[in-house]
C-alpha cells in the first residue's frame, strides 16, 4: 500500500487548528441563562440526525449488496444511537420541560 506523505493544505489547517485548540479553553462564553447549551444540544441532535439520513439516502441501500450494505447500514445505526444519546443526555433538547415519561424511567 503507497502512503501520500505530501503535505497538503488540510492537512496544514488541521494541525494549526489542534494547536490553537488548547487556547480556547480560556475563553469564557457566556451561557445566557441556558439558552446557548439549548442551541448547542439542538445543532448537534439535528446534526447527529442528518448525518444519518444523508448516509441512508446517499448509499441507496436497495442497490448494495452483501458486505457494503450491512456496512452502511449499520453506520446509519450509530448516527441514529449517537442522535438518542444526545437526546438522553440532554433532555430539554426540543422539549420545554422533562418529559412524564423519562422521570418515571430516572426514578427506578
Known amino acids: 500500500m503507497l502512503v501520500d506523505t505530501r503535505l497538503t493544505w488540510p492537512i496544514v489547517v488541521i494541525v494549526v487548528l ?5 487556547f ?3 475563553l469564557e462564553v457566556p451561557l445566557l441563562d ?17 448525518g ?9 441501500p436497495l ?10 447500514l449499520w453506520a ?3 448516527w441514529l444511537l449517537l442522535f ?3 437526546l438522553a443526555g440532554g433532555v430539554t433538547t426540543f422539549l420545554k420541560s422533562r418529559s412524564r415519561i423519562f422521570v418515571q424511567f430516572q426514578s427506578c
Do not use: T
Open 18 to 22: 489542534c494547536c490553537l485548540f488548547p
Open 24 to 26: 480556547f479553553a480560556d
Open 34 to 50: 441556558g439558552a446557548m447549551v439549548r442551541y448547542v444540544e439542538n445543532l448537534q441532535a439535528l446534526l447527529l440526525l442528518f
Open 52 to 60: 444519518a439520513i444523508f448516509s441512508f439516502i446517499y448509499i441507496r
Open 63 to 72: 442497490q448494495l449488496q452483501g458486505g457494503n450494505k450491512q456496512f452502511w
Open 76 to 78: 446509519v445505526l450509530w
Open 84 to 86: 438518542g444519546a444526545v
